[in-house]
């Protein structure tokens, strides 16, 4: 990745898609749901919402500026601004190597489910207690697992992403479509489904905790792929007439659209099946696994529409999962010295041990939790509630107090763009985020050691 040859994006749109490829994934679709339903529905939209626009808003077009105007990857961007920050983008390096193994096991499952619909098991797979067994079983989830890290590696080392994208860049209307169909007939088709509807939307401070944001702002990180290095390297491609300000609220309208419909999709249905019951909500990862297929079953054509959907979903997840592994790989051959190949096959060495850890996690090795955590919940919680807030917090105080607003003002600027949050972004950077960031890591800590139950 030299600045001298460093190719860029053909426009906006060019930018915008891939940002937007990078960031709409299983978080949208899969993470966003659970979380929704489990931390007080419409207090975690609009907690969501709020810090999006705020927060999510000001560290992108951080991110992207650093990246633009450095030309560089992220530590070296760190590095060449100022030498004491090198270790930010190490830091944000380490966050995929986390995330990878557990994102491809995830990925295994959609693997599961799509093959599941597409041999006609529907309504196998809507049984309550289907995917709570599969999980447990110890070799067929690894299999999986195996077979989702090994295309996202083969294509990592092929080195033909652009293939997968196009192929993507065409699924995921058709995925937006489909989310909408399935949210519209949950609505319309199932009792008791407008209760979910009321409790997705409609903010009840009783349910709000500081869970409930701890829990948003980790997903905005996920969700948004901030805090860890990716946005720069997006910024560095980027050319400098192009509106940092317009393309970061076009990703940040199109990931939290795709993230509420899922929600929609989800939520409602979650309630037309236990009929209100509310323990059903705090299901954590595996909802989407549980209740999808129970609308697809039934569903008229439900078994064509739940095949078409976790095809999509595959290729959502894959292009994600690919966008990370070439980030480490990236790194490797950068700050290693080492060959692409043997770069990739360390990565892939990585993800592949803690990857089968984490399957094990619900199977041979359940009793093993650290902290009360399953190995999954325990890496998905140490790199988003932990390790990117701290990446988040050095990068605001970097900006705001080292490199100073201006400098990225002055580059969201350039070539007669504009920046209209110009305010809204020094104050976030300055003050509120760096503030905001440490009491929520505090309470996460807190949380996390058992010390306080928030
Ligand atoms: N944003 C992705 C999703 O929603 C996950 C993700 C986080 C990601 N960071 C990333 C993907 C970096 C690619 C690159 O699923």
Redesign the pocket.
């Known amino acids: 990745m030299e600045s001298q040859n460093r190719s860029s994006f053909t426009g906006k749109l060019g930018f915008v898609l891939a940002a937007a490829g990078?960031?709409?994934?299983?978080?949208?679709i899969w993470?966003f749901p659970y979380l929704a339903a489990k931390y007080g529905g419409g207090m975690f939209l609009l907690t969501y919402i709020i810090l999006a626009v705020t927060f999510g808003f000001s560290l992108m077009v951080a991110e992207v500026a650093i990246g633009r105007k450095t030309g560089k990857s992220p530590i070296d961007a760190f590095q060449a601004l100022d030498r004491r920050f090198t270790w930010v983008g190490w830091l944000a390096a380490i966050i995929?190597t986390i995330?990878l193994p557990y994102?491809s096991a995830i990925g295994g499952w959609v693997i599961k489910y799509m093959v599941g619909f597409i041999t006609g098991q529907a309504s196998t797979m809507a049984n309550d207690s289907f995917f709570g067994d599969y999980i447990g079983m110890t070799v067929e989830p690894i299999v999986w697992f195996l077979v989702f890290i090994g295309i996202t590696a083969v294509v990592v080392m092929c080195g033909v992403e652009k293939g997968v994208e196009k192929v993507s860049k065409f699924m995921m209307p058709i995925l937006v479509v489909l989310i909408l169909i399935i949210a519209l007939y949950t609505i319309f088709a199932m009792d008791g489904a407008v209760d979910g509807v009321i409790y997705y939307i409609k903010p009840d401070f009783s349910h709000f905790s500081i869970m409930t944001v701890v829990a948003a702002m980790g997903q905005l990180f996920?969700?948004?792929?901030l805090a860890?290095g990716?946005m720069i390297t997006f910024g560095s491609y980027m050319k400098k007439e192009i509106s940092i300000e317009g393309s970061t609220h076009q990703i940040e309208i199109f990931d939290t659209g795709v993230a509420f419909l899922a929600g929609l999709m989800i939520i409602p249905a979650v309630f037309a099946f236990s009929g209100g019951d509310e323990s059903a909500l705090g299901k954590g990862p595996g909802l989407m696994f549980i209740t999808l297929p129970k609308i697809f079953d039934a569903m008229p054509g439900g078994d064509i529409i739940g095949a078409a959907f976790f095809i999509m979903v595959l290729f959502a997840?894959l292009t994600?999962a690919i966008?990370?592994m070439e980030?480490i790989v990236s790194i490797f051959q950068d700050k290693l010295n080492m060959k692409r190949i043997p770069a990739c096959l360390t990565v892939l060495g990585i993800s592949l041990v803690l990857g089968i850890a984490t399957c094990l996690g619900y199977s041979a090795w359940s009793s093993f939790t650290i902290i009360g955590m399953q190995l999954l919940d325990f890496f998905d919680f140490i790199s988003n509630n932990i390790l990117m807030p701290i990446t988040a917090l050095a990068t605001a105080i970097f900006v705001g107090y080292v490199l100073k607003p201006k400098a990225i003002i002055e580059e969201a600027e350039c070539e007669g763009n504009r920046l209209k949050g110009k305010k809204l972004f020094t104050v976030m950077i300055k003050y509120i985020a760096p503030i905001f960031i440490v009491l929520i890591l505090i309470s996460s800590i807190l949380d996390f050691f058992g010390i306080v139950k928030i």
């Open positions: 990078s960031a709409v994934g299983l978080g949208n993470r995929p995330i994102y996920y969700s948004m792929s860890m990716i997840a994600s966008s990370l980030t």
